[in-house]
């Protein structure tokens, strides 16, 4: 289909037929030969807002990921502790400190054998402490190393106190010493 312009051009004479069609194919091909338009500056900030929401929204997913990860960890270490806790008895108080606070435990005397030993651990279990034997106190390091509080059974490996260790060697330690 022409436009007017053309129709009266040709029956003006002024352009024969095959010129008429010629320029039409011309303006079709000009028209579909066109690439892609740059996008506008409209569209960049919109491309360039959903990359960042995309990007806040992977954060925070992963951040949910993490906390529930963190929650399930701590739900597995309270269920290892309530399976595996050893029954506290005894008289004797044995004292060990939590972070810069210094707590106590009623014992028997083979249960502070078994602390001393290595055989038993503290745990912190909800407000208070509670004895794990080894093998329940090694499940509760995989999950979550924080929550043990005294481990005699593991070398603590970066203390730096060997020169110190050497020299209070060459002195005896009374029998009856029990802290």
């Known amino acids: 289909m022409r436009n007017p312009l053309q129709e009266q051009l040709l029956k003006a004479g002024l352009v024969n037929k095959a010129k008429a069609a010629q320029v039409v194919r011309e303006q079709v091909k000009k028209h579909k030969g066109k690439g892609p338009t740059a996008p506008s500056a409209e569209q960049v900030e ?3 807002l959903q990359a960042e929401k995309a990007e806040r929204d992977r954060a925070l997913a992963a951040e949910r990921n993490a906390q529930v990860r963190a929650n399930e960890a701590r739900a597995q270490v309270r269920q290892i502790v309530e399976a595996h806790k050893v029954k506290r008895e005894g008289e004797i108080a044995y004292r060990f400190t939590d972070g810069d606070k210094i707590k106590d435990l009623l014992v028997n005397e083979a249960l502070r054998a078994q602390l001393a030993s290595g055989t038993l651990v503290i745990v912190r279990h909800d407000q208070g402490y509670e004895l794990l034997p080894r093998v329940a106190a090694d499940k509760v390091y995989e999950r979550d190393a924080a929550m043990i509080v005294l481990d005699h059974g593991r070398g603590e490996a970066g203390n730096g106190n060997g020169a ?16």
């Not at 110190?164 to 802290?179: C, S």
Request: glycine share 0%; no cysteine.
């Open 46 to 48: 919109a491309q360039r």
């Open 164 to 179: 110190d260790d050497e020299y209070y060697k060459q002195f005896q330690v009374p029998d009856d010493l029990i802290w």
